[in-house]
């Protein structure tokens, strides 16, 4: 059995890895594809840690309770310079272990169940007529990233939480800022900008006692009555805050430029609005804009897949990799939007499955309903190999910066 200590750094493949099509994989993975479902990778700082590569070691592994998320951990992997930040620390629902996960979560259940999620199609689809409105006012080119993949999801958390609309930009600025630093400095700064704002905005909704969307439920109850701090509230309605819209919109830009590239595929969804969902499912498992489904550092030893994972070791579960599982789905590198999709790992898996995957498969449904029936020329302005796509330094979440199109 190859223990970490076998293996020279010169040996262990860096991670993360840039991509060079913004739709599929780093070439580099190619090799971590043939070492089995466990192999081993370098952090940015030289430490070694597991990367789980296999769709059923990844669903087995993110249901154990000897890997902790807890990011207060002197041992938990640190992906990128950004998450020493202090802000990226002590975060509700994705970096903490029960019972206070349990807690949180128990809280915002309500307001992300698949029936809560469904009731906002009318509102989604208002905020992307608008989004598309605006765009078709304008004229050719535009850019889709400003202009309605960051817009939609952007403006749905807003409402969602009680944001006002006019804050809108401040924050899709501050939480660009705060995914996008390449250091911890800036990343801490844009935290504690946003961390103000929250602050300021609960502390209102607390005293009125009767504020809008779930800052305003849990800030007029939960706050009030004790159940919930301050803090706890301000640091969850930030997790939300960025987490609600920063995936999403790299699953819009992305997953325009995927389809673009398969006219085949893109000509089954617009001839049969019906598909939509099953494509949606494909693009989450293709695209996996967050490359992870999940960072977790060992409590206890673990066997599995005839690998030991030793107590203090930081394990990564490679979405991108379990997605395009071939154990799990013939020719997984090929884009089918006709394929049952739904064995991916875009939302992570077990307790710290993302809370919010119905509201997002429901804006990715309208987005991709809508786009190609209000601008059915749409394409690319420049080359696919010119889009600037998002660089390792800034963590895992892909992306490219900009998606000049026109129609």
């Not at 010119?386 to 892909?398: K, P």
Request: proline share 8%; aromatic share 4%.
């Amino acid at each position: 059995m190859r223990s970490p200590a076998d293996v020279s750094p010169a040996q262990v493949p860096a991670f993360p890895q840039p991509r060079t099509c913004p739709h599929e994989p780093p070439p580099g993975y190619d090799v971590l594809r043939g070492e089995g479902p466990l192999a081993r990778v370098t952090l940015f700082d030289g430490r070694e840690v597991w990367f789980v590569t296999g769709y059923e070691e990844a669903r087995a592994l993110l249901t154990d309770t000897r890997l902790s998320a807890d990011r207060t951990r002197p041992d938990y992997p640190v992906l990128a310079p950004r998450f020493a930040a202090a802000v990226a620390q002590r975060l509700p629902l994705i970096a903490m272990d029960p019972p206070v996960h349990d807690v949180h979560r128990k809280l915002l259940n309500p307001d992300f169940s698949l029936k809560k999620s469904r009731a906002w199609r009318e509102d989604v689809q208002r905020i992307v007529d608008e989004c598309l409105d605006a765009m078709e006012a304008k004229g050719p080119p535009a850019d889709l990233v400003p202009d309605l993949a960051l817009n939609v999801p952007s403006r749905v958390i807003a409402q969602l939480l009680g944001v006002p609309d006019e804050d809108v930009p401040f924050f899709q600025d501050a939480s660009r800022r705060l995914m996008q630093a390449t250091e911890a400095g800036p990343s801490q700064a844009a935290g504690a900008e946003l961390t103000r704002y929250l602050s300021e905005l609960a502390g209102q909704l607390r005293k009125s006692g009767d504020g809008p969307g779930l800052m305003g439920r849990l800030a007029g109850r939960e706050v009030r009555e004790g159940t919930l701090s301050h803090e706890e509230l301000v640091q969850i309605s930030l997790v939300l805050l960025v987490a609600g819209h920063e995936t999403t919109t790299s699953v819009i830009s992305l997953g325009t430029v995927l389809l673009l590239e398969h006219p085949e595929q893109l000509a089954r969804i617009r001839a049969d609005a019906s598909a939509v969902p099953a494509a949606v499912e494909e693009l989450l498992r293709m695209l996996q804009v967050t490359d992870l489904a999940g960072a977790r550092v060992a409590a206890e030893d673990i066997e599995i897949a005839g690998k030991t994972i030793r107590a203090g070791e930081g394990v990564l579960f490679s979405g991108t990799l379990a997605n395009r599982d071939p154990r799990v789905h013939e020719a997984p590198d090929t884009f089918d939007v006709g394929r049952d999709s739904r064995s991916h790992l875009a939302f992570g898996y077990g307790i710290h499955q993302c809370i919010g995957q119905n509201l997002a498969r429901l804006e990715l449904d309208v987005v991709f309903r809508t786009l190609w029936r209000r601008l059915p020329g749409l394409r690319l302005a420049v080359p696919v190999s010119d889009l600037s796509l998002r660089g390792t330094g800034t963590g895992t979440v892909q992306g490219v910066n900009s998606l000049p199109v026109t129609w």
